[in-house]
């Protein structure tokens, strides 16, 4: 898959925790810090990936919609001691910068594999093989089979 500017523009890892203001950082935050950034860095790579599938790109995509969206949206307002509104903005756009990016790349890969099926059904539309001989779709008959066909009508 080549880089499109979406994904040139999309940073490749979220930033560290900012410093604390007087209370440190609660293991919870820490936590959750570190799954976002592990959620992120996979879902980036999948992104890079030259052979990524639709479904692929769609869990990804789902991941980060929902768990990595959340996540960010409890840190910024987690009671004890919140992350900056600057940061959850920052690490609020990287995800959405990787979300916008996924999108793209889902829409491009389902688009390669709708295109070459879409060609081949419309080609079986189009004709249908019987006893060995293919006939254009319109010669055929719903009841009768192929019209005219050996001069019997099944």
Not at 123 to 149: D, F
Request: with cysteine.
């Amino acid at each position: 898959m080549s880089s499109t500017p979406t994904q040139s523009t999309i940073q490749s890892t979220l930033p560290p925790l900012p410093p604390a203001n007087g209370v440190p950082w609660s293991a919870e935050v820490i936590q959750a810090h570190r799954g976002l950034t592990s959620a992120f860095g996979v879902s980036y790579r999948a992104l890079n990936l030259d052979e990524s599938d639709p479904i692929r790109l769609g869990h990804h995509l789902k991941q980060v919609e929902t768990f990595m969206t959340s996540v960010i949206g409890v840190l910024g307002t987690y009671a004890e001691n919140p992350l900056p509104p600057k940061y959850i903005d920052t690490v609020g756009g990287a995800i959405e910068s990787l979300a916008d990016g996924l999108r793209d790349a889902l829409g491009r890969a389902t688009s390669a594999l709708v295109t070459p099926l879409h060609r081949v059904l419309g080609l079986c539309l189009q004709s249908t093989k019987v006893k060995g001989r293919m006939y254009p779709t319109s010669q055929l008959s719903p009841q009768r089979g192929v019209v005219g066909a050996g001069g019997h009508g099944r």
